[in-house]
């Protein structure tokens, strides 16, 4: 029983450090563009299958990954940055609506470029060496990998932490993020700050994707499975809080492998309910602040 | 205006002519087209009641939607009702539903009514999926017993005309009374709205559970007209599709839901007979309206109006 | 219209520190004062857009301290705003409309047209505004002073006993300020409103004012009819002073 809970616990830990890689970039991109980008969770399915294509570029060897795991989120991150400035920039002003109705396009028009670009076959990538096989726990066997991905998390926190509150680049981004007309007025090249937050976001997300790849298969429609659930961790977080996406990550996914032991077809209501629960007690979320 | 008043009459007469007589010049599976077009059309009307006409952009109306579908079967297959009576009470059950989910969601403004909005539908949504012994779960229910009398194409194809026809003028007065007048100005500034003595919260209550009301009703269509409903019917992605439908026609203007569900089911099925990739087609359309058209179909062709009479 | 010891802080600071007057009915006055003075919080106090922190608002004998903003306009007590809060994508003419149907308790009605209900009504306020040629005009629209007109018309439109407003001419230009100076008197005196003014143009306020009040920094310095307040030492060196 102990070992079905630890199990449970590590994967759940694993796939909630993914979604904090795409959920975060979601908030900040929130946070500091104000733009709700439905179409984030494309990125990370990019990611996925750009993971996979380099990872096979030269025959399926396992040494790729390696490659790939810098590489793919990059790419990633170039494909975000250009679509940012061909598509987003006009809607920066408008309403919620349009900008979530442009986005969903975007989801749309991503989703069949990726089936175009690569078909409708589900792939697989290979867990690299040297993350092969497990580790005795507590008299359990963990996998290596999982244990990989749970350290990330962490890692990437405290990397987006400190370029935040430690680099000049994130003085500036907050700045704009607090108050965008004033830092404009102040000389800061206010789009320029937008394109690389986006960037950065995309990056992310791409990362969560490229992590992700080796633990299920890469397939379309794997955007799908977690735009939702994103929302939810945002919003349990609070909007445009890197904690609280973290936060709100860590909780989401062991609510969800946990819970799936306790009521299995119950367990998707869970978030449903936090969410709910957030939005009418404190919608700014746990970390997030009031507006 | 009055002039505009008599050739906005004239158009209705002769959209309704051009519906009532199409029947009888093409197939059935374009009879089959235009029901499901009228149906969005209702569904899209009653989505914009809220979205263009009281600036509240719901991510939940699909729950009503399927609220309305799932009423309508299980009271007929679980309950043995007739019918009409499971039609009428699709529309009644989900206003019930209605009240307690809009009084908490009108108490939240902007992104936070639209995701609390959207939290309550998925809840409806895995509810309806899980409970398998008595909604069916994933499987749904199929196979629903309708009238003899509607159990034609052709019959069921006027049915639908005439119920949309009702609830576009029912919704239609609404908008132009003045309770409509009220939830326009709320849209438009919701301070000074209070402080011309509007109690803001109950009257976009009501506007939610009204738009709910017409959002079931045309869920329930739905499920008579395919005899079936699925927990599909009240996912986010068909919250999407209405939002889109009302988007493409105009929010602004009353008939722009319509002309988005006219446009939007035509080019969904002809370009899927010759393409498996609507998606892309239907994204890009998307961008573009955002982009380019921001007042939808309807809205661009009514400035074109307005400025050639100018001129 | 009466208040009592009204105090409101926000954060550390003291907007309004123990403010106490009294409203006579028909009453035409004025509160003036350096900017900061607390004026505005004042109004946002009497009209339910902030709860006082301790003190009252009476009006008409009833305490209205607590009551929110869409229940004090319904006992007949309306406002205008310093930054004009309009309906801007509804016509002039609906701008109006809308709030004499709110003020009559007709909007609740779902079938009726709308456009013929309170139409003489809707036209004589856009007579008197001088708006009835752009009643079709959206209000976003408007000119800045159409727009303020438009702002003070919408609290006219539910025909209040007490009106308050908060810098009616502000950005007007000299002739739209004396337009919109007679308006205020001539329907003063025609429906017997009592109307407090908050105003830093001292020509419409010396003009218009039965009585003037003095604020700064969020007390009430003085309060008397106009000559007095001209010669009152305190006012002239805080206030006039720094004008002269």
Same mark, same amino acid.
């Given at each position: 029983?102990?070992?079905?809970?630890?199990?449970?616990?590590?994967?759940?830990?694993?796939?909630?450090?993914?979604?904090?890689?795409?959920?975060?970039?979601?908030?900040?991109?929130?946070?500091?563009?104000?733009?709700?980008?439905?179409?984030?969770?494309?990125?990370?399915?990019?990611?996925?299958?750009?993971?996979?294509?380099?990872?096979?570029?030269?025959?399926?060897?396992?040494?790729?990954?390696? =490659?790939?795991?810098?590489?793919?989120?990059?790419?990633?991150?170039?494909?975000?940055?250009?679509?940012?400035?061909?598509?987003?920039? +006009?809607?920066?002003?408008?309403?919620?609506?349009?900008?979530?109705?442009?986005?969903?396009?975007? =989801?749309?028009?991503?989703?069949?470029?990726?089936?175009?670009?690569?078909?409708?076959?589900?792939?697989?990538?290979?867990?690299?060496?040297?993350?092969?096989?497990?580790?005795?726990?507590?008299?359990?066997?963990?996998?290596?990998?999982?244990?990989?991905?749970?350290?990330?998390g962490p890692i990437i926190l405290i990397l987006i932490w400190g370029?935040?509150?430690?680099?000049?680049?994130?003085?500036?981004?907050?700045?704009?993020?607090?108050?965008?007309?004033?830092? *404009?007025?102040?000389?800061?090249?206010? *789009?320029?700050?937008?394109?690389?937050?986006?960037?950065?976001?995309?990056?992310?997300?791409?990362?969560?994707?490229?992590?992700?790849?080796?633990?299920?298969?890469?397939?379309?429609?794997?955007?799908?499975?977690?735009?939702?659930?994103?929302?939810?961790?945002?919003?349990?977080?609070?909007?445009?809080?890197?904690?609280?996406?973290?936060?709100?990550? =860590?909780?989401?996914?062991?609510?969800?492998?946990?819970?799936?032991?306790?009521?299995?077809?119950?367990?998707?209501?869970?978030?449903?309910?936090?969410?709910?629960?957030?939005?009418?007690?404190? +919608?700014?979320?746990?970390?997030?602040?009031?507006? | 205006?009055?002039?505009?008043?008599?050739?906005?009459?004239?158009?209705?007469?002769?959209?309704?002519?051009?519906?009532?007589?199409?029947?009888?010049?093409?197939?059935?599976?374009?009879?089959?087209?235009?029901?499901?077009?009228?149906?969005?059309?209702?569904?899209?009307?009653?989505?914009?009641?809220?979205?263009?006409?009281?600036?509240?952009?719901?991510?939940?109306? &699909?729950?009503?939607?399927?609220?309305?579908?799932?009423?309508?079967?299980?009271?007929?297959?679980?309950?043995?009702?007739?019918?009409?009576?499971?039609?009428? &009470?699709?529309?009644?059950?989900?206003?019930?539903?209605?009240?307690?989910?809009?009084?908490?969601?009108?108490?939240?403004?902007?992104?936070?009514?639209?995701?609390?909005?959207?939290?309550?539908?998925?809840?409806?949504?895995?509810?309806?999926?899980?409970?398998?012994?008595?909604?069916?779960?994933?499987?749904?229910?199929?196979?629903?017993?309708?009238?003899?009398?509607?159990?034609?194409?052709?019959?069921?194809?006027?049915?639908?005309?005439? /119920?949309?026809?009702?609830?576009?003028?029912?919704?239609?007065?609404?908008?132009?009374?003045?309770?409509?007048?009220?939830?326009?100005?709320?849209?438009?500034?919701?301070?000074?709205?209070?402080?011309?003595?509007?109690?803001?919260?109950?009257?976009?209550?009501?506007i939610f559970i009204i738009s709910s009301f017409f959002l079931a009703?045309?869920?329930?269509?739905?499920?008579?007209?395919?005899?079936?409903?699925?927990?599909?019917?009240?996912?986010?992605?068909?919250?999407?599709?209405?939002?889109?439908?009302?988007?493409?026609?105009?929010?602004?203007?009353?008939?722009?839901?319509?002309?988005?569900? /006219?446009?939007?089911?035509?080019?969904?099925?002809?370009?899927?007979?010759?393409?498996?990739?609507?998606? /892309?087609?239907?994204?890009?359309?998307?961008?573009? /309206?955002?982009?380019?058209?921001?007042?939808?179909?309807?809205?661009?062709?009514?400035?074109?109006?307005?400025?050639?009479?100018?001129? | 219209?009466?208040?009592?010891?009204?105090?409101?802080?926000?954060?550390?600071?003291?907007?309004?520190?123990?403010?106490?007057?009294?409203?006579?009915?028909? @009453?035409?006055?004025?509160?003036?004062?350096?900017?900061?003075?607390?004026?505005?919080?004042?109004?946002?106090?009497?009209?339910?857009?902030?709860?006082?922190?301790?003190? #009252?608002?009476?009006?008409?004998? @009833?305490?209205?301290?607590?009551?929110?903003?869409?229940?004090?306009?319904?006992?007949?007590?309306?406002?205008?705003?310093?930054?004009?809060?309009?309906?801007?994508?509804?016509?002039?003419?609906?701008?109006?409309?809308?709030?004499?149907?709110?003020?009559?308790?007709?909007?609740?009605?779902?079938?009726?047209?709308?456009?013929?209900?309170?139409?003489? @009504?809707?036209?004589?306020?856009?007579?008197?505004?001088?708006?009835?040629?752009?009643?079709?005009?959206?209000?976003?629209?408007?000119?800045?002073?159409?727009?303020?007109?438009?702002?003070?018309?919408?609290?006219?439109?539910?025909?209040?006993?007490?009106?308050?407003?908060?810098?009616?001419?502000?950005?007007?230009?000299?002739?739209?300020?004396?337009?919109?100076?007679?308006?205020?008197?001539?329907?003063?005196?025609?429906?017997?409103?009592?109307?407090?003014?908050? @105003?830093?143009?001292?020509?419409?306020?010396?003009?218009?004012? #039965?009585?003037?009040?003095?604020?700064?920094?969020? #007390?009430?310095?003085?309060?008397?009819?106009?000559?007095?307040?001209?010669?009152?030492?305190?006012?002239?060196?805080?206030?006039?002073?720094?004008?002269?």
């Amino acid at each position: 029983m102990f070992e079905l809970i630890l199990g449970q616990f590590t994967s759940g830990l694993s796939v909630g450090m993914v979604f904090f890689l795409i959920a975060v970039g979601l908030s900040m991109v929130f946070g500091t563009l104000r733009v709700l980008n439905v179409a984030h969770a494309s990125f990370y399915m990019l990611g996925a299958y750009l993971c996979y294509t380099i990872t096979h570029f030269l025959g399926p060897s396992s040494g790729m990954f390696w =490659i790939a795991l810098i590489l793919a989120p990059i790419g990633v991150a170039i494909f975000g940055g250009i679509l940012e400035l061909l598509v987003l920039r +006009p809607i920066y002003k408008r309403e919620l609506l349009y900008q979530l109705i442009l986005t969903f396009g975007l =989801i749309l028009i991503i989703g069949d470029i990726v089936k175009l670009t690569w078909g409708v076959q589900f792939y697989q990538v290979n867990i690299p060496w040297p993350l092969l096989g497990t580790v005795s726990f507590l008299g359990t066997r963990l996998s290596y990998y999982h244990i990989f991905m749970i350290a990330m998390g962490p890692i990437i926190l405290i990397l987006i932490w400190g370029l935040l509150h430690k680099t000049r680049l994130g003085s500036v981004i907050r700045a704009v993020t607090y108050n965008r007309d004033m830092s *404009s007025a102040l000389g800061v090249n206010v *789009s320029l700050v937008y394109t690389i937050v986006f960037m950065f976001a995309s990056w992310l997300a791409g990362l969560g994707g490229t992590l992700m790849a080796p633990m299920a298969s890469v397939f379309l429609g794997m955007d799908t499975t977690v735009t939702i659930e994103c929302f939810i961790i945002i919003v349990i977080g609070g909007f445009g809080s890197t904690g609280g996406a973290f936060l709100g990550a =860590i909780v989401f996914g062991l609510a969800n492998s946990l819970g799936i032991l306790v009521l299995p077809k119950q367990a998707i209501a869970f978030g449903f309910i936090a969410m709910a629960a957030v939005l009418i007690v404190r +919608p700014w979320g746990l970390l997030g602040k009031p507006e | 205006m009055n002039i505009i008043g008599r050739e906005k009459l004239v158009f209705c007469a002769i959209f309704l002519a051009i519906f009532i007589t199409l029947p009888f010049f093409v197939g059935g599976g374009w009879t089959s087209l235009i029901i499901e077009m009228f149906i969005m059309a209702i569904a899209a009307t009653a989505a914009n009641l809220m979205a263009g006409y009281g600036g509240m952009v719901s991510f939940g109306v &699909a729950g009503f939607y399927g609220a309305g579908a799932y009423i309508t079967a299980l009271l007929i297959t679980k309950a043995g009702f007739p019918f009409g009576v499971a039609l009428v &009470a699709g529309p009644v059950g989900a206003s019930i539903i209605a009240l307690p989910i809009g009084w908490f969601c009108v108490r939240r403004t902007a992104i936070y009514f639209s995701m609390l909005s959207l939290a309550f539908a998925q809840l409806m949504y895995v509810i309806v999926y899980t409970w398998y012994s008595f909604a069916g779960g994933d499987d749904g229910i199929v196979g629903i017993p309708i009238p003899a009398f509607l159990n034609s194409t052709l019959s069921y194809y006027y049915f639908t005309l005439a /119920i949309m026809v009702i609830c576009l003028i029912a919704m239609w007065l609404i908008v132009n009374s003045p309770f409509g007048k009220t939830i326009q100005a709320l849209r438009e500034n919701q301070e000074r709205a209070n402080f011309i003595g509007i109690n803001i919260r109950r009257y976009q209550h009501a506007i939610f559970i009204i738009s709910s009301f017409f959002l079931a009703v045309a869920g329930s269509l739905y499920c008579g007209f395919n005899q079936n409903v699925f927990a599909d019917y009240m996912f986010w992605t068909k919250t999407f599709d209405i939002i889109i439908v009302y988007l493409l026609g105009g929010i602004y203007i009353f008939i722009g839901p319509t002309i988005g569900a /006219i446009i939007y089911i035509l080019a969904n099925k002809i370009i899927i007979r010759y393409t498996e990739y609507w998606p /892309i087609i239907l994204g890009m359309m998307i961008v573009f /309206i955002t982009l380019f058209m921001p007042n939808g179909v309807a809205g661009f062709i009514w400035n074109r109006i307005s400025t050639t009479k100018k001129q | 219209m009466e208040v009592k010891n009204l105090k409101k802080f926000f954060g550390g600071i003291s907007a309004v520190r123990n403010v106490t007057f009294k409203l006579e009915a028909r @009453e035409i006055s004025s509160i003036i004062g350096p900017n900061g003075a607390g004026k505005t919080t004042l109004f946002n106090l009497i009209t339910g857009k902030c709860p006082p922190d301790e003190g #009252e608002v009476y009006f008409n004998g @009833e305490n209205i301290s607590r009551l929110q903003p869409f229940q004090i306009c319904h006992k007949k007590l309306g406002r205008s705003f310093q930054i004009t809060n309009i309906f801007p994508k509804l016509s002039v003419y609906e701008n109006i409309q809308v709030a004499i149907l709110s003020s009559r308790g007709i909007n609740k009605n779902f079938f009726n047209r709308a456009d013929r209900l309170v139409k003489k @009504e809707t036209m004589e306020v856009l007579i008197n505004l001088g708006l009835t040629e752009k009643k079709d005009v959206l209000g976003g629209l408007l000119a800045h002073g159409d727009q303020k007109l438009l702002d003070i018309g919408i609290s006219l439109a539910s025909n209040p006993d007490l009106i308050l407003l908060d810098e009616p001419t502000a950005g007007m230009s000299p002739q739209e300020t004396v337009k919109t100076t007679e308006l205020v008197k001539k329907l003063a005196k025609e429906r017997g409103m009592t109307v407090l003014l908050i @105003e830093h143009d001292m020509n419409v306020v010396f003009s218009i004012s #039965e009585i003037i009040r003095v604020m700064h920094q969020g #007390e009430l310095i003085a309060e008397g009819k106009p000559d007095e307040i001209k010669s009152n030492n305190r006012v002239q060196q805080i206030y006039l002073g720094e004008q002269g």
